[in-house]
């Protein structure tokens, strides 16, 4: 019996659509959309029944807008974002929780495994957080109930950008994206647009 449930399984790659590889592209369903839905139902049902339990999906800040040259890993993790919102309000009463992760650029393996090394999004003007501080703030989320969580957007001047310690996204887009690439406190309309969602 699991009392929590950290679905972090994920691939990536880049190039464009039409050129991919479909090996690659069925790879990165099956991973990113087909085993995280099946493993997180399969454990959900334990919980509910138990009546307690905590699950975290992690995303992206991917699952925010589209990625050309990345198409298909943006989608699975919009998926994955719009399946967290959408079970952990079913299950608001349940005593389970849903928290879903959306990290910013990261520093793992998944640059390399995805060919992205010199990419704007890991070698840019943005930081490049570290998995342990991603991981640390992902676990506070979890244990708070937090429905979503993204870390490594950062805030203030461009000049001594900062790392927001935790943004609490509101369902709507434009509560992250109105800063043009800094991150945002949601807006009273957007805190009551998503109240029946937080």
């Not at 493993?39 to 991917?62: D, E, I, P, W």
């Amino acid at each position: 019996m699991l009392d929590v449930l950290i679905n972090a399984a994920g691939l990536g790659d880049s190039g464009r659509f039409d050129r991919a590889e479909p090996e690659k592209i069925a790879a990165m369903l099956h991973v990113n959309v087909v085993a995280l839905t099946e493993l997180t139902r399969l454990v959900l049902l334990q919980m509910v029944a138990r009546r307690r339990g905590k699950v975290m999906l992690v995303a992206s800040t991917a699952a925010f807008q589209p990625g050309p040259e990345m198409a298909v890993y943006y989608a699975s993790k919009a998926y994955v974002l719009s399946l967290g919102r959408a079970i952990g309000y079913e299950l608001r009463r349940t005593g389970v929780t849903v928290t879903t992760l959306c990290p910013g650029p990261t520093a793992t393996g998944f640059a390399e495994v995805a060919q992205m090394q010199g990419s704007a999004l890991f070698s840019g003007p943005m930081p490049v957080m570290q998995a342990a501080e991603v991981a640390r703030l992902g676990y506070a989320a979890l244990k708070a109930g937090r429905p979503v969580v993204v870390t490594g957007l950062p805030t203030g001047s461009s000049r001594s950008p900062r790392v927001s310690r935790r943004l609490r996204c509101c369902c709507r887009l434009p509560a992250v994206c109105r800063g043009r690439g800094r991150a945002t406190v949601p807006s009273p309309e957007d805190r009551r647009a998503s109240a029946d969602w937080a």
